[in-house]
């Protein structure tokens, strides 16, 4: 796995260059709106809560020797709890609402990668954005299960550090996920997708690391995370389709060799 996860942050390289290349840029214009709303919309509900949350769980000390400490650590929880459920909800949100925009880019980029004559699942528009809400609302669940006992052990000490990288790679299997799935629902099923990206979480968690650390960039971060993790996602799910001999590669050796690595 570890392999994987290498492999899926060197697909990142070339992603800008590949995307100027092929006159991609207008194709995010709307999901790059989608996730500027959606994180604008995040940020601000999460600024308006964090008290509220802090108050309630302040609520279940019931000494007064202590309160202002224990507040202090409800803050702190409450705050985590939020940037935590807000990365998760903005992800499935945003790649959700972005998949009928970019299934198309995905495509394109195959096409350039493997030909123009290549064949596979043709897919409307309304079959895209359904395949992309059924997608991250199965992974939305599962991640919301996984995150809960997660943060709990976060609250043992020194055990912490060891939640805080169990939730991020948790976060950037899911994002991995969900940039993979634009190319592989042209070619698989629903559930023959979901075990494709089992068997290959190293690679899912290597997109998702960038896609998260991305994130953490203010605005620019945003606008961007998007245009280069699909692609380095498309890029990278090509490679790990079972070879078709009615298909040849037609990129230069060093796309060629990204791909096979």
């Known amino acids: 796995m570890i392999k994987g996860i290498f492999n899926?942050?060197?697909t990142y390289g070339n992603s800008f260059g590949l995307v100027t290349k092929l006159g991609l840029w207008k194709y995010f214009a709307i999901p790059m709106v989608i996730s500027l709303l959606t994180a604008t919309i995040i940020i601000v509900s999460a600024y308006s809560l964090s008290d509220n949350i802090g108050h309630w769980?302040?609520?279940i000390w019931p000494w007064e020797w202590g309160k202002k400490g224990f507040f202090i650590?409800?803050?702190?929880?409450?705050?985590?709890l939020i940037v935590a459920v807000g990365f998760i909800l903005y992800k499935h949100i945003v790649m959700a609402l972005s998949a009928p925009f970019m299934s198309?880019?995905?495509e394109k980029i195959e096409a350039h990668l493997l030909g123009a004559n290549h064949t596979h699942r043709q897919t409307s528009?309304?079959?895209q954005l359904w395949r992309g809400i059924r997608i991250n609302v199965r992974n939305l669940g599962m991640e919301l299960l996984l995150t809960i006992p997660i943060l709990?052990?976060?609250l043992i000490p020194v055990i912490g550090i060891v939640s805080t990288v169990l939730l991020f790679l948790t976060q950037a299997y899911y994002a991995g996920f969900g940039n993979m799935d634009y190319t592989l629902e042209r070619h698989f099923t629903y559930e023959k997708s979901v075990r494709f990206v089992r068997n290959n979480k190293g690679q899912a968690i290597g997109n998702g690391i960038v896609f998260m650390l991305f994130l953490l960039i203010p605005v620019i971060g945003v606008i961007l995370v998007l245009p280069l993790s699909v692609t380095a996602a498309t890029k990278q799910t090509i490679g790990l389709l079972p070879p078709r001999e009615d298909i040849k590669l037609t990129i230069d050796p060093t796309e060629t060799k990204q791909l096979k690595n």
């Open 8 to 10: 899926g942050l060197k």
């Open 57 to 59: 769980i302040e609520q």
């Open 73 to 80: 650590f409800a803050e702190i929880l409450s705050a985590l």
């Open 104 to 106: 198309p880019v995905s």
């Open 125 to 127: 528009f309304g079959a």
């Open 152 to 154: 709990l052990l976060g």
